[in-house]
């Protein structure tokens, strides 16, 4: 089995560091040209957003800057075999900081979980053709993009928006305070929603929608436009970058996907945390995205094309505590209830808990249940609620076989898989596909690191993720999944 933690002296250079800001904390590590990590040069700064009632959902950019350095000066004060040749880095995706003419920063950075501008996407809505953007640039009008929340800026804090003469996601602003110099990576530039997939250009229309001009965003760099550290603060800072180079920054869907193997386009990468969310590299020409995915360019030849659900650990977490699962089946004893044939019986669950992303993007939706009779057990709540999640992972992956066609295989990581391996029989049933369960942690991380070496080693191949189980479907099953899926729909459209 692959080593992902090896020690400096069995590692083989060139070194890499990957830099993953997160939801809920910085980390760093340094990884070797395996993308192992090396020893125990890793660290982790924890953080939270500042939330409110209003939709307010933020962190202080400087704070995150101040993160990395302090990472960065804890993995660096380790012992590594070799010189630092590069430097990936991943932040969560859609981010926004408003910086003024001096450079520095207007506002926190607004996170993808900020809904202040809703008011704004339904009004752009109402003034755009939806549906032509989503194919130009792959993504929809939602809270979570940069253009409603440029106009909410506008029109909610027109003194902020007069000042500012710049606006960055966190990534590159994180790049301009560390180098000194602004760099957007065309990934990250692309979760934002206003670039056109296919040139790697701002749209026209979505700029004047937001009021501001191209020049006031930055240029959108892939990944093989790195930036020499050398004669930045960093390599001030850290004499050890001083030969490094710094890859312009990703989001952590494509790290996600880097980390746990899904290089390219013959493989699924599935994520299951708190969210869901499918993912394919494709290098092809997308003739039509099918209307529930995203795609989000990488560079002149990749495109990150799938789509995600907000409810996945979410509802495991709810159904524990809401239907008060006892704690031997909530923990340990899920292997005979989700390894059971499927049921008739079973309530019909859409987990909407916190409205619906892919595949129809209504953020007022909520979760239904149907079904459900007075000898309905806590028990088989709980399996109806987690084949709801296998079916909304089925409705995406019937999107991306339009896309892309049917995966050679399918990789899987995430927390929400660890606490119930089990669950993996009503996924692979539900998509009718084998699964590979990759043992795998700090997948994002690991992704930016990936990303590095390809830059800085571009004839290194990554260590494959050691497979820690594989689930075969039952053709019966998916049968049954599939004809379920239909009265899901039904059911959705209700929610």
Same mark, same amino acid.
């Given at each position: ?121 339904? !009004? @752009?809505? =109402?003034? $755009? *053709?939806? %549906? ?5 640039? /792959? &993504?929809? #009008? ?73 020049? !006031? @965003?930055? =240029?959108? $760099? *892939?990944? %093989? ?5 050398? /004669? &930045?603060? #960093? ?81 495991? %977490? ?178």
């Amino acid at each position: 089995m692959p080593r992902f933690n090896i020690a400096p002296e069995d590692a083989q250079g060139p070194f890499v560091v990957g830099i993953d800001v997160g939801s809920g904390g910085t980390r760093a590590a340094v990884y070797d040209a395996g993308a192992r990590e090396v020893g125990g040069a890793k660290h982790k700064v924890l953080h939270s957003f500042t939330v409110a009632d209003d939709g307010t959902s933020t962190i202080d950019a400087d704070q995150v800057v101040a993160e990395i350095r302090t990472a960065l000066g804890v993995v660096l004060g380790e012992p590594i075999p070799g010189p630092i040749a590069a430097i990936g880095v991943d932040t969560f995706a859609s981010s926004l900081v408003a910086v003024d003419a001096a450079g520095d920063a207007l506002t926190p950075c607004i996170t993808y979980a900020d809904t202040r501008c809703h008011a704004q996407v339904a !009004a @752009l809505r =109402e003034r $755009l *053709d939806e %549906d032509a953007l989503h194919e130009r640039t /792959g &993504s929809r #009008l939602h809270s979570s993009y940069t253009t409603p929340r440029l106009a909410w800026l506008r029109e909610e804090h027109p003194e902020i928006a007069g000042r500012a003469a710049r606006y960055m996601a966190l990534g590159e602003y994180a790049a301009h305070r560390l180098l000194g110099t602004a760099a957007l990576g065309t990934a990250s530039a692309a979760w934002a929603g206003m670039i056109d997939r296919r040139t790697g250009e701002y749209v026209p229309e979505l700029l004047e929608a937001a009021g501001v001009e191209a020049e !006031a @965003l930055g =240029e959108p $760099l *892939d990944p %093989d436009r790195a930036l020499p550290v050398a /004669g &930045s603060p #960093l390599a001030a800072e850290f004499p050890q970058l001083a030969d490094a180079v710094w890859v312009p920054v990703i989001g952590d869907g494509l790290a996600a996907n880097l980390g746990v193997g899904a290089l390219g386009a013959g493989t699924w990468g599935i994520s299951t945390a708190t969210s869901g969310a499918i993912r394919q590299l494709l290098d092809t020409e997308i003739t039509r995205l099918p209307s529930g995915l995203w795609a989000y360019r990488v560079d002149a030849r990749r495109t990150l094309v799938g789509s995600a659900m907000s409810d996945c650990g979410r509802v495991l %977490d709810w159904s524990r505590h809401q239907l008060a699962i006892p704690e031997d089946i909530a923990a340990t004893d899920t292997t005979a209830l989700f390894s059971a044939p499927p049921s008739a019986g079973t309530p019909l669950v859409v987990p909407f808990l916190s409205g619906e992303r892919g595949t129809k993007w209504r953020g007022g939706a909520r979760a239904l249940f149907a079904n459900v009779g007075a000898s309905t057990t806590a028990e088989e709540m709980f399996r109806g609620a987690m084949e709801g999640v296998a079916l909304s992972f089925l409705r995406i992956a019937d999107q991306l076989r339009e896309a892309g066609g049917e995966p050679e295989r399918i990789v899987l990581s995430g927390g929400m898989t660890e606490a119930i391996p089990a669950w993996l029989h009503l996924l692979a049933d539900a998509l009718g596909a084998p699964i590979d369960h990759v043992a795998i942690s700090r997948s994002t991380m690991r992704g930016a690191a990936v990303l590095a070496l390809e830059q800085a080693a571009p004839e290194a191949e990554p260590a494959e993720a050691p497979v820690q189980r594989t689930i075969e479907p039952v053709a019966a099953h998916t049968e049954h999944y599939r004809e379920r899926l239909v009265r899901f729909e039904a059911l959705a459209d209700l929610a």
